[in-house]
Protein backbone atom coordinates (compact mmCIF):
# COMPACT_ATOMS: atom_id res chain seq x y z
CA UNK A 1 0.00 0.00 0.00
CA UNK A 2 1.38 3.18 -0.95
CA UNK A 3 2.36 5.66 1.69
CA UNK A 4 2.75 9.59 2.07
CA UNK A 5 5.09 11.63 3.97
CA UNK A 6 3.42 13.64 6.56
CA UNK A 7 3.59 17.52 5.48
CA UNK A 8 3.43 20.43 6.59
CA UNK A 9 -0.28 21.54 5.45
CA UNK A 10 -1.26 18.07 7.28
CA UNK A 11 0.51 19.11 10.27
CA UNK A 12 -1.34 22.98 10.05
CA UNK A 13 -4.75 21.22 9.93
CA UNK A 14 -3.95 19.39 13.09
CA UNK A 15 -2.21 21.64 14.90
CA UNK A 16 -4.69 24.51 13.90
CA UNK A 17 -7.36 22.70 15.34
CA UNK A 18 -5.80 22.22 18.64
CA UNK A 19 -4.74 25.76 19.20
CA UNK A 20 -8.12 27.19 17.91
CA UNK A 21 -9.64 24.66 20.78
CA UNK A 22 -7.37 26.12 23.33
CA UNK A 23 -7.44 29.43 22.46
CA UNK A 24 -10.68 30.51 21.43
CA UNK A 25 -12.92 27.19 22.26
CA UNK A 26 -14.55 27.25 19.31
CA UNK A 27 -15.05 25.29 16.19
CA UNK A 28 -16.22 26.82 13.07
CA UNK A 29 -19.24 25.23 11.60
CA UNK A 30 -19.59 26.23 7.96
CA UNK A 31 -22.93 26.15 6.45
CA UNK A 32 -23.36 23.58 3.45
CA UNK A 33 -24.54 26.39 0.96
CA UNK A 34 -20.76 26.70 -0.17
CA UNK A 35 -20.96 30.36 0.45
CA UNK A 36 -18.34 30.53 2.77
CA UNK A 37 -20.55 32.05 5.30
CA UNK A 38 -19.58 30.66 8.82
CA UNK A 39 -21.03 31.31 12.75
CA UNK A 40 -18.90 30.02 16.00
CA UNK A 41 -19.26 26.62 17.19
CA UNK A 42 -19.14 26.80 21.46
CA UNK A 43 -17.00 23.92 22.78
CA UNK A 44 -16.67 23.18 26.22
CA UNK A 45 -14.07 20.72 27.28
CA UNK A 46 -14.56 18.41 29.89
CA UNK A 47 -17.91 20.33 30.90
CA UNK A 48 -17.79 19.67 34.96
CA UNK A 49 -21.25 17.93 34.85
CA UNK A 50 -20.54 15.45 31.55
CA UNK A 51 -19.63 11.69 32.32
CA UNK A 52 -17.74 12.32 28.97
CA UNK A 53 -13.64 12.57 28.85
CA UNK A 54 -14.09 13.67 25.51
CA UNK A 55 -14.89 17.32 24.62
CA UNK A 56 -18.46 18.40 24.49
CA UNK A 57 -19.66 20.32 21.55
CA UNK A 58 -22.10 23.50 22.65
CA UNK A 59 -23.53 23.08 19.40
CA UNK A 60 -24.45 20.04 17.98
CA UNK A 61 -23.99 19.42 14.53
CA UNK A 62 -26.65 17.80 11.99
CA UNK A 63 -25.28 14.34 11.08
CA UNK A 64 -24.70 15.05 7.10
CA UNK A 65 -26.54 14.07 4.71
CA UNK A 66 -24.28 12.13 2.70
CA UNK A 67 -24.74 9.11 -0.05
CA UNK A 68 -21.54 7.00 -0.89
CA UNK A 69 -20.59 3.56 -1.82
CA UNK A 70 -19.82 0.59 1.27
CA UNK A 71 -16.76 -1.89 1.18
CA UNK A 72 -19.47 -4.13 -0.46
CA UNK A 73 -20.19 -2.09 -3.36
CA UNK A 74 -23.59 -0.95 -2.13
CA UNK A 75 -24.99 2.15 -1.53
CA UNK A 76 -24.97 3.64 1.44
CA UNK A 77 -27.05 6.44 3.24
CA UNK A 78 -25.03 7.65 5.89
CA UNK A 79 -28.64 9.25 7.58
CA UNK A 80 -30.31 6.64 7.39
CA UNK A 81 -27.78 3.71 8.03
CA UNK A 82 -27.05 5.19 10.98
CA UNK A 83 -30.72 6.27 12.18
CA UNK A 84 -30.86 5.64 15.94
CA UNK A 85 -27.31 4.45 16.58
CA UNK A 86 -24.10 6.05 18.25
CA UNK A 87 -22.23 6.50 15.55
CA UNK A 88 -18.27 7.85 15.65
CA UNK A 89 -17.47 9.67 12.13
CA UNK A 90 -13.86 10.35 10.74
CA UNK A 91 -12.69 11.11 7.55
CA UNK A 92 -9.32 10.36 6.36
CA UNK A 93 -7.52 8.38 3.85
CA UNK A 94 -6.16 4.76 3.55
CA UNK A 95 -2.32 5.56 2.76
CA UNK A 96 -2.18 8.49 5.22
CA UNK A 97 1.06 7.72 7.47
CA UNK A 98 0.29 9.02 10.77
CA UNK A 99 -3.00 10.26 12.37
CA UNK A 100 -5.61 7.69 10.39
CA UNK A 101 -4.23 4.53 11.18
CA UNK A 102 -3.64 5.60 14.65
CA UNK A 103 -6.88 6.98 15.35
CA UNK A 104 -8.51 4.41 14.02
CA UNK A 105 -6.80 1.68 15.27
CA UNK A 106 -6.87 3.57 19.12
CA UNK A 107 -10.70 3.13 18.22
CA UNK A 108 -10.80 -0.61 16.78
CA UNK A 109 -8.49 -1.26 20.30
CA UNK A 110 -11.21 0.55 22.73
CA UNK A 111 -13.78 -1.33 20.65
CA UNK A 112 -13.27 -4.39 21.72
CA UNK A 113 -13.01 -3.74 25.45
CA UNK A 114 -16.64 -3.81 24.71
CA UNK A 115 -19.59 -6.13 25.38
CA UNK A 116 -20.91 -8.19 21.62
CA UNK A 117 -23.93 -6.02 22.74
CA UNK A 118 -22.69 -2.84 23.27
CA UNK A 119 -20.45 -3.03 20.01
CA UNK A 120 -24.06 -3.62 17.97
CA UNK A 121 -24.55 -0.41 19.46
CA UNK A 122 -22.20 1.55 17.93
CA UNK A 123 -21.17 2.68 14.08
CA UNK A 124 -17.83 3.86 13.73
CA UNK A 125 -17.42 5.28 9.84
CA UNK A 126 -14.93 5.97 7.85
CA UNK A 127 -15.26 8.31 4.69
CA UNK A 128 -12.36 8.33 2.69
CA UNK A 129 -10.93 11.67 1.34
CA UNK A 130 -8.63 9.74 -1.61
CA UNK A 131 -11.98 8.11 -3.34
CA UNK A 132 -9.47 7.38 -6.12
CA UNK A 133 -7.51 5.00 -4.78
CA UNK A 134 -9.87 3.65 -2.00
CA UNK A 135 -11.30 1.56 -3.83
CA UNK A 136 -14.02 -0.40 -1.75
CA UNK A 137 -12.03 -3.26 -1.74
CA UNK A 138 -9.00 -1.43 -0.68
CA UNK A 139 -11.17 0.47 2.32
CA UNK A 140 -12.15 -3.20 3.38
CA UNK A 141 -8.60 -4.75 3.43
CA UNK A 142 -7.00 -1.75 5.29
CA UNK A 143 -10.24 -0.93 7.82
CA UNK A 144 -10.29 -4.93 8.43
CA UNK A 145 -6.76 -4.57 10.36
CA UNK A 146 -8.64 -2.44 12.89
CA UNK A 147 -12.52 -3.28 13.31
CA UNK A 148 -14.18 -6.00 10.41
CA UNK A 149 -17.46 -4.41 11.69
CA UNK A 150 -15.95 -0.77 10.75
CA UNK A 151 -18.01 0.80 8.07
CA UNK A 152 -15.87 2.40 5.56
CA UNK A 153 -17.40 4.97 2.23
CA UNK A 154 -15.83 6.08 -0.46
CA UNK A 155 -17.05 7.93 -3.86
CA UNK A 156 -17.47 11.51 -5.22
CA UNK A 157 -15.30 14.08 -3.27
CA UNK A 158 -17.24 16.90 -3.66
CA UNK A 159 -19.78 15.18 -1.55
CA UNK A 160 -17.03 13.74 0.73
CA UNK A 161 -15.83 17.41 1.14
CA UNK A 162 -19.35 19.24 0.98
CA UNK A 163 -20.20 16.91 3.82
CA UNK A 164 -17.43 17.41 5.68
CA UNK A 165 -17.73 21.36 5.65
CA UNK A 166 -20.94 21.11 7.43
CA UNK A 167 -19.34 19.46 10.43
CA UNK A 168 -16.46 22.63 10.11
CA UNK A 169 -14.23 20.01 9.15
CA UNK A 170 -11.43 21.14 6.46
CA UNK A 171 -10.74 18.82 3.13
CA UNK A 172 -8.62 19.55 0.48
CA UNK A 173 -8.15 17.66 -3.12
CA UNK A 174 -5.35 15.28 -2.74
CA UNK A 175 -1.98 15.92 -4.42
CA UNK A 176 0.49 13.77 -6.27
CA UNK A 177 3.99 14.23 -4.69
CA UNK A 178 6.64 14.26 -7.00
CA UNK A 179 7.52 10.49 -5.55
CA UNK A 180 4.27 9.60 -6.69
CA UNK A 181 2.68 9.47 -2.85
CA UNK A 182 -0.10 11.10 -2.66
CA UNK A 183 -1.24 13.33 0.25
CA UNK A 184 -4.96 14.24 0.90
CA UNK A 185 -5.47 16.85 3.54
CA UNK A 186 -7.69 16.95 6.52
CA UNK A 187 -8.80 17.83 9.89
CA UNK A 188 -8.29 15.25 11.92
CA UNK A 189 -11.10 15.05 14.62
CA UNK A 190 -13.58 12.22 15.40
CA UNK A 191 -17.22 13.29 16.11
CA UNK A 192 -19.46 11.45 17.82
CA UNK A 193 -23.51 11.30 17.21
CA UNK A 194 -25.72 10.41 19.66
CA UNK A 195 -28.50 8.15 19.10
CA UNK A 196 -30.91 10.33 21.07
CA UNK A 197 -31.57 13.02 18.50
CA UNK A 198 -28.35 12.00 15.46
CA UNK A 199 -26.61 14.72 16.40
CA UNK A 200 -22.87 15.35 16.98
CA UNK A 201 -22.45 16.09 20.69
CA UNK A 202 -18.77 14.92 21.17
CA UNK A 203 -15.18 15.68 19.73
CA UNK A 204 -11.79 13.86 19.44
CA UNK A 205 -9.16 15.64 18.65
CA UNK A 206 -5.97 14.14 16.56
CA UNK A 207 -3.67 12.42 19.52
CA UNK A 208 -6.99 11.56 21.81
CA UNK A 209 -5.92 8.77 24.00
CA UNK A 210 -7.38 5.40 23.87
CA UNK A 211 -7.55 5.72 27.53
CA UNK A 212 -10.15 8.22 26.64
CA UNK A 213 -12.30 6.20 23.81
CA UNK A 214 -12.00 2.64 26.68
CA UNK A 215 -14.06 5.21 28.74
CA UNK A 216 -16.42 7.06 26.58
CA UNK A 217 -17.27 3.99 24.49
CA UNK A 218 -19.19 2.14 27.16
CA UNK A 219 -21.24 5.81 27.76
CA UNK A 220 -21.90 6.44 23.76
CA UNK A 221 -22.99 2.69 23.70
CA UNK A 222 -26.00 3.40 26.30
CA UNK A 223 -26.19 6.79 24.60
CA UNK A 224 -25.92 9.00 27.98
CA UNK A 225 -26.75 12.56 27.47
CA UNK A 226 -23.35 14.84 27.45
Known amino acids: MPRSARTPRTARLAGAAAVALAAALTLTACGSDGGGSSSPAK ?63 DIGVAMKKLSAEERQKV ?54 NADGTVTSTHGAQVLGFLPSDDKAHLLYLSGTEVK ?12 VAA
Not at 212 to 223: F, I, M, R, S, W
Request: charged fraction near 20%; include cysteine.
Open 43 to 105: VVQQKPDSPYEGTVLGKNFEKPDLQLTDTSGQPYDLRQKTNGKTTLLFFGYTSCPDVCPTTMG
Open 123 to 176: NVVFVSTDPQRDTPQVLRAWLDSMGSDFIGLTGDLEKVKAAAKTLGILIEDPVT
Open 212 to 223: TYEHDLPLLAKG
